[in-house]
């Protein structure tokens, strides 16, 4: 099995990321770069769909922090959804779960974004 | 005392991890707990991979697990440059975002999830972190 594989989708204007695998200091490239093309389309409303996600270190946290604020600027959003016990625990160890919202459901975290401004 | 001796390859990092996790919760320590230190572990690992060697993949990193004791005691040794400790202004998250900052959580998590943290030379003179998890956390007021 690859360390992390990502497939991105369309759904209105929400770009799903799907993040299987694990993100850490060897694959964050490859997680950066899904996040990166996203916004060079234009689309700043984005959902990472993490129910393949198996662990996240800070790493792939720190990528998230460094573009949400510009995303916000734009009227976008990372959101994050299914996220097993692990990567939860995590983001609650920094407290990232204050700066990101997070969503049981991709449907929840897609429609999320009709809902609000972002 | 269980040691492991790997290259400064970042690919490594993914079993290094595995193997504290399954270490510390055959040290007695939770899922959830064991989860946490192995995520100390992979940040501090990941630092001397990054800091210390630059991102040089042939160099060696060592680790120690000791969990004897009232303790899970970590040592990870390297030949790198020395990692130290700086002061850190107090963790706020909010700032970090709005600085856009991408580095810098991993010795928040180092910090948060070990009891002690302390940066050094080991007795064969190599530099090393030591992280230190108490097997019975004293409960608040104790």
């Known amino acids: 099995m690859a360390d992390l594989t990502m497939e991105s989708e369309h759904r209105g204007d929400v770009v799903v990321i799907h993040a299987r695998g694990f993100i850490n200091a060897h694959t964050v490239r490859q997680f950066e770069a899904e996040i990166e093309r996203a916004l060079e389309s234009g689309r700043n409303r984005i959902v990472i769909n993490g129910s393949g996600l198996s662990y996240i270190a800070s790493a792939g946290l720190g990528v998230i922090m460094g573009h949400i604020e510009d995303v916000r600027s734009k009227g976008g959003d990372i959101r994050l959804t299914n996220l097993n016990e692990t990567v939860l625990s995590i983001l609650e160890v920094l407290g990232f779960n204050h700066v990101c919202r997070v969503f049981d459901s991709e449907e929840e975290g897609v429609t999320s974004y009709s809902h609000s401004n972002a | ?142």
């Open chain 2, 1 to 142: 005392m269980f040691e492991l001796r790997f290259p400064s390859d970042t690919q490594f990092l993914n079993m290094v991890r595995d193997l504290a996790r399954r270490l510390a919760e055959s040290t007695g320590f939770d899922s959830e707990e064991a989860e946490k230190i192995a995520m100390a572990v992979d940040e501090a690992t990941t630092n001397v991979i990054q800091h210390a060697y630059h991102g040089a993949k042939d160099r060696e990193i060592e680790i120690h697990f000791d969990p004897e004791g009232e303790s899970l005691d970590i040592q990870i040794l390297h030949d790198g440059d020395a990692l130290e400790e700086v002061p850190m202004p107090a963790f706020d998250l909010d700032k970090l975002v709005a600085e856009r900052r991408k580095g810098g959580l991993g010795i928040y998590i180092m910090r948060q999830v070990m009891d002690d943290l302390n940066f050094g030379k080991s007795g064969s003179g190599k530099n090393m972190c030591v992280m230190v998890r108490y097997k019975r956390r004293p409960a608040k007021g104790e």
